[in-house]
């Protein structure tokens, strides 16, 4: 059985149009086969392909994408939007009476934005990108050209595997988990200046507490100190000479 629509809503994901091929229970010769479907959807020039079977565990979805905005496909997974942009993507799910019981996805995203973290105010106060700062100082968010992530989820908390992200003035490194339960986040990052002379310098940031709104602890230890004083140092020299 086939159905065609256009323009819907999937579980508040927008539809352009969507293609159902479903399968229903087939029993012959004494062998049951469970219901199957295989749903591809196009969301402004993006594709969602979704293929479903009901199993004892509840229905397993396995999921593809292909330039599809982000922060709807998380809406529809039942995922806090962590992550914005454009992404290409696979992955699976599992839905239980209506609820997400756990799955991941392996994501590559373009035009990317980490949602609720300003890290290039907070890397400008031990790097020279003031005016890379300056320019989103009144966003709650962080812009990158590209990043890459690893999720995995159940009912209680979403791990973050693997975080990378590459922008016009910071790139980024980490892991890290969400609770689904209070909204608490704990990650561990890694920031580096997109600049000429200091890429190699890595800080490292511990975020925790609420994920609208997280506190930050910096480790600068003695080593990156010293390495920062003395690139500090270096910079003067060259523009006194």
Request: proline content about 0%; glycine content about 14%.
């Given at each position: 059985m086939a159905n065609?629509?256009?323009?819907?809503?999937?579980?508040?994901l927008p539809l352009e149009s969507a293609v159902l091929h479903y399968t229903p229970n087939n029993i012959a010769d004494n062998h049951e086969s469970k219901p199957h479907f295989a749903l591809q959807l196009q969301q402004n020039g993006g594709v969602l392909a979704i293929n479903g079977q009901q199993q004892a565990q509840?229905?397993?979805?396995?999921?593809?994408?292909?330039?599809?905005?982000?922060?709807p496909l998380l809406e529809f997974l039942q995922l806090p939007v962590l992550l914005s942009g454009v992404s290409d993507?696979?992955?699976?799910?599992r839905f239980n009476d209506g609820v997400l019981t756990n799955g991941d996805l392996t994501l590559n995203i373009s035009q990317a934005e980490l949602n609720g973290l300003n890290l290039l105010d907070l890397i400008s106060q031990y790097f020279p990108i003031r005016q890379g700062a300056k320019k989103y100082a009144d966003r709650v968010a962080t812009p990158f050209e590209q990043a890459s992530a690893a999720l995995s989820w159940n009912q209680e908390v979403l791990n973050l595997n693997k975080l990378s992200a590459q922008g016009k003035d910071l790139n980024l490194s980490g892991s890290?988990?969400?609770?689904?339960?209070?909204?608490n986040c704990r990650f561990e990052l890694r920031l580096s200046p997109n600049?000429?002379?200091y890429s190699q310098y890595q800080l490292p940031v511990r975020l925790f507490g609420p994920c609208r709104s997280p506190q930050y602890q910096v480790s600068v230890d003695k080593r990156l100190e010293n390495q920062l004083k003395n690139l500090l140092r270096e910079?003067?020299?060259?523009?006194?000479?």
């Open positions: 065609v629509l256009q323009q819907g809503l999937l579980n508040q509840g229905n397993f979805l396995a999921l593809r994408g292909k330039q599809l905005s982000l922060s993507f696979s992955g699976s799910a890290g988990e969400m609770s689904l339960t209070d909204f600049i000429v002379g910079k003067l020299r060259e523009r006194s000479e």
